[in-house]
């Protein structure tokens, strides 16, 4: 509980707007953004590959169900799990990325978008990854069972309606709180903190539903062998090339091969 929070306490500022230590008051002018980092054309090219495949690593999963239309061996409570790590680093993403695209208007966009591709593939691996609940449902074949089909069904709207309410305080908290505003960086800070904790456990469920099935089902081998190491450049482009640490929440999936 200790470590919990010390953890807590000291990952506020990881979640930061950057830019805001400097303009507190979230005014900004074209000599203001010199905290945009200039991204060489090669880190620019190689982010362009990372999101291309980010997009690409999932289509092995879609394409198995669509073949077998058959969503036994999936876990919902994983995908569920994940639909609420998606949300919450979009909204991050969003909070903490809004000066990076203030400054477009300033800088232009050749300038600012380089820095937005971590950005960017944020909200692709969102796109590509959200569906898949909806896959889920549309293909299990017992649509009896409560635990694995109608919680799941149930679930889901209420996961829907939370997710609007938290990716509209977005443009919410920009109008009224502005870029910089204390509360602003203080929703940043609890997206953050809740898809971090998502991406820690949300792989739980579907562990324990391959070992008790002793088969991976629907489960896609092929998108597991892609994204594993996919994810992992990914996270280290966001880390050592973009310096946004603070977005691999969304990224960072542990390697998992079962059988």
């Given amino acids: 509980m200790i470590f919990l929070f010390l953890l807590i306490t000291t990952s506020f500022g990881f979640f930061k707007v950057p830019g805001c230590e400097e303009n507190p008051d979230g005014e900004f002018s074209e000599?203001?953004?010199?905290?945009?980092?200039?991204?060489?054309?090669?880190?620019?090219?190689?982010?362009?590959?990372?999101?291309?495949?980010?997009?690409?690593?999932?289509?092995?999963?879609?394409?198995?169900?669509i073949r077998t239309r058959?969503?036994?061996?999936?876990?919902?409570?994983?995908?569920?799990?994940?639909?609420?790590?998606?949300?919450?680093?979009?909204?991050?993403?969003?909070?903490?990325?809004?000066?990076?695209?203030h400054s477009c208007v300033y800088i232009g966009f050749s300038q600012c978008f380089p820095v937005l591709v971590s950005w960017t593939?944020?909200?692709?691996?969102?796109?590509?990854?959200?569906?898949?609940?909806?896959?889920?449902?549309?293909?299990?074949?017992?649509k009896k069972e409560f635990i694995l089909f109608k919680l799941p069904l149930i679930c889901l709207p209420i996961v829907i309606i939370i997710s609007i309410i938290c990716l509209g305080t977005v443009?919410?908290?920009?109008?009224?709180d502005g870029e910089c505003g204390d509360?602003?960086?203080?929703?940043?800070?609890?997206?953050?903190?809740?898809?971090?904790?998502?991406?820690i456990i949300q792989w739980s469920p579907q562990i324990y539903m391959t070992f008790r099935r002793k088969a991976a089902g629907a489960l896609s081998m092929l998108m597991l062998s892609i994204t594993a190491p996919g994810m992992t450049v990914l996270t280290l482009y966001m880390i050592f090339i973009t310096k946004q640490p603070r977005l691999i929440s969304s990224s960072f999936n542990p390697p998992l091969l079962l059988t």
């Fill in 171 to 176: 443009p919410l908290l920009e109008f009224t």
């Fill in 31 to 65: 000599s203001d953004f010199d905290f945009v980092p200039d991204l060489s054309t090669l880190s620019f090219t190689i982010g362009l590959v990372i999101m291309i495949g980010t997009i690409l690593s999932v289509i092995p999963q879609y394409v198995k169900l």
């Fill in 70 to 101: 058959d969503s036994s061996g999936l876990s919902p409570f994983y995908l569920l799990i994940q639909f609420i790590n998606q949300v919450t680093t979009v909204a991050n993403a969003c909070i903490t990325n809004a000066t990076y695209i």
């Fill in 121 to 142: 593939q944020i909200m692709l691996l969102a796109m590509v990854y959200l569906p898949q609940i909806f896959f889920y449902l549309l293909f299990y074949p017992n």
């Fill in 183 to 199: 509360i602003t960086g203080g929703f940043a800070f609890v997206y953050g903190i809740i898809a971090a904790v998502c991406v």
